[in-house]
């Protein structure tokens, strides 16, 4: 697997990946039908470190760092993750969290926070856990989960000192 910065020929690659992600509607409050444009607007957003993870020169999965609050609470990072469903299970989503940790270090941010794990979100909980997060809050019934109905979310939280 390699990780680079994505650059505008990933952006076909990026949206399959995003579209896939989000019209499952279970782990993102963005909505389903959410198109390509604003996708990828907000993606590649000014001031976004977007990044995608290759397997034998195809893109199967992205990842985006940025500042989770502007202004004096700038030095904690925020970041999402995204696994094309062909590609889950075979360790790209860890080395993106872990590429995703050494950036967020390098550009000196002092921790990192996840405003948004869906609390069903099985894969991504054991994920975060694994790489050092932990919860530091739940909001309750605060996603609609196509079959679940309304779940609970977590904040988590690492520091990166
Ligand atoms: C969450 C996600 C990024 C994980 O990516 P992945 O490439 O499938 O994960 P990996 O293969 O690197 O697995 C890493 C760890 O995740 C967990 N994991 C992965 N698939 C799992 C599954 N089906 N069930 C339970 N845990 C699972 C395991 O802890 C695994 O480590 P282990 O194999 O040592 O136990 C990916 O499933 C995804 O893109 N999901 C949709 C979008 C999303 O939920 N993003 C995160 C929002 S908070």
């Known amino acids: 697997m390699n990780i680079r910065p994505a650059v505008e020929q990933d952006r076909d690659a990026i949206w399959n990946i995003f579209h896939e992600v989000v019209a499952a509607g279970d782990t993102y409050a963005f909505d389903p039908q959410m198109s390509r444009e604003d996708a990828l607007a907000y993606w590649f957003c000014e001031g976004t470190h977007t990044h995608v993870a290759e397997q034998d020169r195809h893109v199967v999965g992205t990842y985006i760092l940025k500042v989770n609050q502007g202004g004096a609470g700038s030095h904690v990072a925020n970041a999402a993750f995204m696994v094309a469903l062909n590609a889950r299970g075979q360790g790209i989503g860890r080395g993106m969290g ?35 997060f932990k919860i530091v809050g739940t909001l309750p019934g605060a996603f609609r989960h196509p079959e679940r109905g309304y779940v609970d979310v977590y904040v988590m939280f690492r520091s990166l000192l």
Do not use: D, K, P
């Open 98 to 132: 872990e590429h995703c940790l050494s950036e967020a270090r390098r550009i000196g941010f002092r921790a990192m926070q996840f405003n948004f794990v869906v609390s069903t979100n099985e894969s991504a909980l054991r994920l975060w856990y694994q790489l050092g």
